[in-house]
């Protein structure tokens, strides 16, 4: 399994380290519980939590720089097309602005650009409904008035 990059990774004990975090989280992707993994590998329940758990971030810490890598290769792609398309667009080509548009609204859901849709909630009679955050936490009493 790859990991990221740690201080000296080839270092014998940072190798060890690494091998031994695959093997917890290999044993908790098998259904072993902690205290088993403890049991298997000689160390306590602490201890394979532990590692799992470094596994686990070293994991997600990889696949959120995959993502980032995909995404920034989906911009080259949407960036291409957009290109091979803008002068057709600019000439008034119908279908060339519509493909550009559609390009647009990709790359800007792909980098955030757009603000996100506002909701609001109503009741059965069409009231706004209060943030449920204070309804149920805050103030437990209150009553929607509207």
């Known amino acids: 399994m790859p990991r990221r990059t740690r201080k000296k990774p080839t270092r014998p ?25 403890g049991i298997r590998l000689g160390i306590t329940k602490q201890s394979a939590h532990a590692r799992v758990a470094s596994a686990l971030a070293d994991l997600k810490a990889l696949t959120a720089e995959q993502a980032e890598d995909v995404r920034a290769l989906e911009i080259e792609r949407l960036d291409a097309m957009l290109l091979g398309l803008w002068d057709r667009a600019r000439k008034g080509d119908e279908q060339a602005v519509s493909a550009c548009l559609k390009i647009s609204k990709r790359r800007a859901e792909l980098l955030g650009i757009d603000a996100p849709d506002h909701h609001v909630l109503s009741g059965p009679d069409g009231a706004v409904l209060p943030p449920l955050v204070e309804v149920v936490f805050v103030n437990p009493q209150k009553k929607n008035t509207g």
Not at 30 to 35: F, H, L, S
């Open 13 to 37: 004990r940072n190798i060890l380290a690494r091998e031994r975090e695959d093997e917890a989280l290999e044993l908790r992707k098998a259904g072993a519980t902690y205290r088993m993994i």
